[in-house]
């Protein structure tokens, strides 16, 4: 089976958890809803195009693995950081949105009466590599069609958040495998090796490990109502270097 193979490269980079209060948390692994979003950007599709997003994460499979924390540049402490924000709109400000154009809000006293305060979490110099495939395969969008979209986007890409422009290119290339783990097994052979090993997950049914571990994510987006709700059963592990020959 055919895997298209993605690098989530960026100085700052936002695998967006489960908001509290005002603290907009990170995950170690981007969330389905995020890959999900991610493509439907590229594609230009609205966000209240909902059936399309529902359905297009229905058939999304797809497994992350990290790079291992020795080669990044920064040290142990600069792999998060944290951003305090504040800010008070009025019904005359104008913001930058990704479809070109900036956007007025409409009338009245503006968001809030007061500065809104609140704080975003961060991966700082963070590589990723998600394999991933549709199931089924024939159906519109095609992989094809989405490594087109990625390479040539409707509108400008982030990682997580606006702020997290990617570095490079997304698309890092195609991997053939019997399924997500064993894409991601095969295309780690190809990087420098590590003697740390790569975290990795994946979802359940997708390969195992002897020394993996199961686990339930809630990371799927109603895209109608807009709530994260549900679970889904995935498994993490280490992918070690091969033994040299």
């Known amino acids: ?14 695998f967006g958890g489960e908001t509290i209060d005002n603290q907009g948390v990170i995950r170690d692994f981007p969330a389905l809803s995020m890959l999900t979003g991610l493509i439907a950007n590229a ?17 999304l499979r797809m497994g992350t693995v990290l790079e291992p924390m020795a080669r990044r540049q920064r040290s142990a402490d600069a792999e998060r950081l944290v951003d305090f924000q504040t800010a008070q709109l009025s019904a005359a400000d104008r913001a930058w949105t990704t479809w070109g154009e900036p956007e007025k809000r409409g009338s009245g006293s503006g968001s809030y009466a007061g500065p809104h305060l609140r704080y975003r979490h961060y991966h700082a110099e963070l590589t990723a590599w998600v394999a991933l495939y549709l199931d089924p395969m024939d159906e519109a969008p095609t992989l094809d069609a989405v490594a087109c979209a990625l390479d040539r986007p409707v509108r400008p890409l982030f990682i997580g958040r606006k702020p997290c422009l990617p570095s490079g290119r997304l698309v890092a290339g ?35 490990l002897r020394s993996d ?33």
């Open 43 to 59: 594609l230009g599709w609205d966000r209240a195009e909902d059936a399309l997003h529902n359905r297009l994460q229905q058939r």
């Open 174 to 208: 195609w991997q053939e495998a019997e399924h997500v783990l064993g894409a991601l097994q095969a295309w780690v052979r190809q990087l420098p090796a590590g003697a740390q090993g790569w975290r990795a997950q994946w979802p359940e049914g997708q390969g195992e």
């Open 1 to 14: 089976m055919r895997h298209l193979v993605l690098r989530l490269a960026s100085p700052l980079i936002a």
């Open 213 to 245: 571990r199961r686990s339930s994510l809630c990371d799927e987006r109603n895209w109608t109502s807009g709530m994260h709700g549900g679970w889904r059963p995935v498994r993490e592990g280490l992918l070690m270097a091969p033994e040299p020959a």
